[in-house]
């Protein structure tokens, strides 16, 4: 997915420290004014990144969990795929509302169809865990392949536990081992474990 220059300078600004944001003060609320006008004429950026700032709380914004589902479900709706992938969180979590695993299903299912890796992984933990949608390993193995492909350590290391209980794919632990080292190589310290488990095994 395409980033956008702007909304990675804004997240990082929500990131930083206390003293650090204070540099920003002047102009925070300038920002935030230009923002919601953007968001409100209906741009689907500006709608999303205004719903992240509300889901996380930050530039002046307290945290709203209702009001960041609002602005998602805005954008969502434009085919936002960053939005549909945090309307999933909320619908999973139950976070502005009721929890609904088959709403969370279909806007990760939206967002993954978009390439969107953290959609793709929780749609594959749906897949794993029958949550809104039918149990379904092959499905969920699918997923975790595209996830993983794009560096997700999550796929990663649920691809190598698939492939150490034979879900989804045939049991295979010299595969599982290469899952759980790109998992480790990317920072999962669950992934280092297993992969250590399966080298003293010899595999």
Known sequence: MKKNPV?????????????????FAQDETTALSILRQ???????WGQDLL?????????????????????FRLSARQGYAEAEYFLGREYYGGQAGEQNYVEAAKWFRLAAEQGHAAAQFNL?????????????????????????????????FNLGVACTNGNGVEKNL???????????????????????????KGF
């Open 38 to 44: 953007k968001a409100e004429q209906g741009d689907s």
């Open 124 to 156: 594959g933990v749906m897949y794993s865990n029958g949550q809104g949608v039918k149990q379904d390993s092959f499905a969920a193995v699918k997923w975790y392949q595209q996830a993983a492909a794009q560096g997700s350590a999550e796929a990663q």
């Open 174 to 200: 010299k595969a599982a081992k290469e899952w759980y080292q790109k998992a480790c190589d990317n920072g999962l310290q669950r992934g280092c474990s297993q992969y250590r488990i399966l080298e003293q």
């Open 51 to 71: 719903g992240t700032l509300y889901y996380f709380g930050g530039l002046g914004l307290k945290q709203d969990y209702v009001e960041a589902a609002k602005w």
């Open 7 to 23: 909304r990675v300078i804004m997240l990082l600004m929500v990131a930083l420290t206390t003293c650090i944001a204070q540099a």
